[in-house]
Each structure stands twice: as C-alpha cells, then as structure tokens.
C-alpha cells in the first residue's frame, strides 16, 4: 500500500446509524487531516491532528467525531447524521503541520445520509 | 478572513487551445499558494507551490504564476488527459488552507 487510503470509499446510512471513515498514511507523515467536499462548495477542513493531537478544530458539529491514535490513522465518528452531511469525505496528510500547502490525499469516502 | 476566488467556474477547450485560469485571493500573512489537481471521483493532487509575488512554476503543459493578488495556471496546448477540476488554495500564518471553489476543465478533441 502507498500514499493515503480510505475506507470504505462509499457509505449509505440512515440519520440514527453509527459509522466510522478510516484513514491511514503510508508516507510517514506527522500531520493528517480531514475535509469535506460538497457539491458547489469549496473543500472545508475539519480537523487537523499533529503528532496524534489534534490542533484545529474547524466549528464542525459535535455528530462528527475524530480519532487519531497513531500518526498513521485517523478515523471519523459519525452519529445522527443529517441529509446535509452528504459529501465527499477526504483525508490528506503532511510532511509536518508547516508544511500543510503540500497534502497528499486519499481517493475519500462517498457519504450519503437517508 | 481569507478568501479565494476561481474563474471561470468551467471552461471548455478544444484540444491545443491554450488557456489561463485564474486564482484571485486575499489573505492575511501568504505563507504559500497551492495548485491543485482533482480527477472524478479521486482526491485532489498537489501540482505546485507559489510563495512570492513573480515566481514561475512550470510541469509538463502547465505553468503557474503569482502576483500579489492573483495567480494564474497557464495551460499550453491542452489535452484531453488534461481534463479536471483545477483547485487553488492559500495557506496563511495560521498553517490552514483555504481552497477555492475550482475551475472545471474540458479539453476536447
């Protein structure tokens, strides 16, 4: 495996299920994150972890949930879920925190809520 | 609050037709401007890195540009392979990027 992988890369769930994304770098990277893109929206970051902490967190409901418990994989928590949280979910990771211009992305998770 | 603002939102060429697109952006501390590739259903590549006002970058077709409000991705005789959604991102003193909404590019045979 290189770069970054996600899974799964597409998810249907219902507003009351609980799911996970899973992320992990293979690139030796000590900064990942998450971003989500909507239709006919820019890419929102989420959030930002750095040597396994996080450091931003980018006024993103409390239904989603990150976890980061080592500096290859990341997870989203995500609970009672709204239609408009439908999106690309995407994870990236950097050489370090300064150098969070150059991401390499994973493929994301194509999430869609009933 | 940062701002970055693409144009056009799409463009549609015909295959050797070169083109500029266009990046505009305010931001507080420029710490870095980023080009983007995104293909259908993939997550965005990293083309380039721009830090100050008249620096050139140039791979294959493609060539960027910076100025202090703007930049431009010139794409020399496109092809089709060149088809996507072209992202720019700024990054300030913060260390967070902030992306634009892209320009979709077709390049037609």
């Known amino acids: 495996e290189t770069g970054v992988t996600q899974t799964p890369r597409h998810l249907v769930m219902g507003m009351t299920n609980k799911k996970s994304l899973k992320c992990e770098q293979h690139?030796?990277?000590?900064?990942m994150y998450w971003y989500k893109q909507s239709a006919k929206k820019p890419l929102e970051l989420m959030f930002v972890y750095s040597l396994e902490e996080r450091v931003e967190n980018n006024s993103v409901p409390s239904r989603f949930s990150p976890e980061c418990p080592n500096s290859s994989h990341l997870f989203l928590h995500l609970h009672t879920l709204q239609p408009e949280d439908s999106a690309l979910y995407l994870c990236?990771?950097?050489?370090?925190?300064?150098?969070?211009?150059?991401?390499?992305f994973g493929e994301g998770s194509r999430l869609t809520v009933l | 609050e940062d701002q970055v603002t693409q144009s056009p939102e799409a463009l549609r060429l015909q295959e050797g037709e070169s083109s500029s697109l266009n990046c505009s952006y305010t931001?507080?501390?420029?710490?870095?401007l980023f080009w983007y590739r995104q293909d259908p259903g993939k997550g965005p590549e990293f083309l380039f890195t721009?830090?100050?006002a008249g620096e050139e970058k140039e791979k294959e077709r493609l060539k960027a540009t910076l100025t202090k409000k703007e930049s431009f991705l010139h794409i020399t005789a496109p092809k089709p392979e060149d088809s996507a959604t072209y992202l720019c991102a700024v990054n300030n003193a913060g260390n967070m990027l902030t992306f634009g909404g892209g320009t979709r590019l077709m390049v037609k045979p």
């Open positions: 690139l030796g990277h000590n900064a």
């Open positions: 721009l830090y100050s």
């Open positions: 931001v507080s501390g420029l710490r870095g």
């Open positions: 990236a990771s950097s050489q370090e925190l300064t150098s969070a211009g150059e991401l390499f």
